[in-house]
């Protein structure tokens, strides 16, 4: 299935991997591709995730302190959020 970002999500991702990248760039790689993994991951099974509201759902990263929150609508899955997990918890739930 299609996953798209909202363009908060795409901002978020930009700037952990920012944050990552001043600190190393294998980390931030490691941060790229971890984004990556769960994508895909939430691609293909979709309803595998825990529900946190309504529609939508979390993928917690392995490695990161990180989630990806998304929804699965008609034809695509859209991430609300690349939300970090110890930073303002629901802040998201205003984009759903």
Same mark, same amino acid.
């Given at each position: 299935?299609?996953? =798209?970002? !909202?363009? %908060? *999500? +795409?901002?978020?991702?930009?700037? *952990?991997v920012?944050?990552?990248?001043? %600190?190393?760039?294998?980390?931030?790689e +490691?941060? &790229?591709? %971890?984004?990556e993994? *769960?994508?895909?991951e &939430? #691609?293909? !099974?979709?309803? /595998? @995730? +825990?529900?946190?509201? /309504?529609?939508?759902? =979390?993928? %917690?990263?392995?490695?990161?302190?990180y989630?990806?929150? @998304?929804?699965?609508?008609?034809?695509? &899955?859209? =991430?609300?959020? =690349?939300? !970090?997990?110890k +930073?303002?918890? #629901? @802040?998201w739930?205003? /984009?759903?």
């Open positions: 299935m299609k996953v =798209i970002l !909202h363009p %908060e *999500a +795409r901002s978020e991702f930009f700037e *952990a920012e944050f990552y990248a001043n %600190e190393s760039t294998s980390l931030a +490691r941060f &790229i591709k %971890e984004f993994v *769960a994508s895909n &939430i #691609g293909l !099974h979709p309803d /595998r @995730y +825990r529900k946190v509201r /309504r529609a939508s759902q =979390i993928k %917690e990263f392995r490695s990161f302190p989630s990806l929150v @998304y929804r699965v609508l008609d034809d695509m &899955i859209k =991430i609300d959020a =690349i939300a !970090h997990d +930073r303002k918890p #629901g @802040y739930k205003k /984009r759903v």
